[in-house]
């Protein structure tokens, strides 16, 4: 499968952005899918996942629960990640994967089977 990623910039802190992840190749609905980040110089972190099918199951890291919301829509192929109330320490390059190894998806990212490119994320003050 393939995901290409979209939808980061620059924002000021306390804004949102929408950052989206289009998958194509296989059968999306039987991907769970996670979004990572990964900032300048640090290890890639977990953000957050999405169980596959309906998406009814979701999980957060710790600095991304209250503030970022992860959603699926199988009909176009696509999960996504809103961030509101952006603060710095969110900027970092933002990647979605794909498993279906796992059906809730996974913290870990070598549970992951297929990634994207990344799509850039900086917050300023």
């Known amino acids: 499968v393939q995901l290409v990623e979209s939808g980061g910039g620059s924002v000021q802190a306390g804004g949102s952005l929408r950052l989206s992840c289009v998958a194509s190749?296989?059968?999306?609905?039987?991907?769970?899918m996670g979004w990572f980040r990964q900032a300048p110089e640090k290890e890639r972190e977990f953000v957050a996942a999405?169980?596959?099918?309906?998406?009814?199951?979701?999980t957060y890291s710790e600095s991304a629960r209250g503030r970022f919301i992860i959603s699926r829509d199988n009909a176009k192929n696509t999960v996504y990640l809103q961030m509101n109330s952006l603060k710095t320490e969110d900027s970092a390059v933002y990647y979605c994967?794909?498993?279906?190894?796992?059906?809730?998806?996974?913290?870990?990212?070598?549970?992951?089977?297929?990634w994207g490119q990344g799509t850039q994320v900086t917050v300023s003050s």
């Open positions: 999405i169980n596959w099918m309906n998406g009814d199951m979701v």
């Open positions: 994967a794909a498993t279906t190894r796992y059906w809730s998806g996974s913290y870990h990212q070598h549970d992951y089977d297929y």
């Open positions: 190749g296989h059968t999306f609905e039987n991907y769970a």
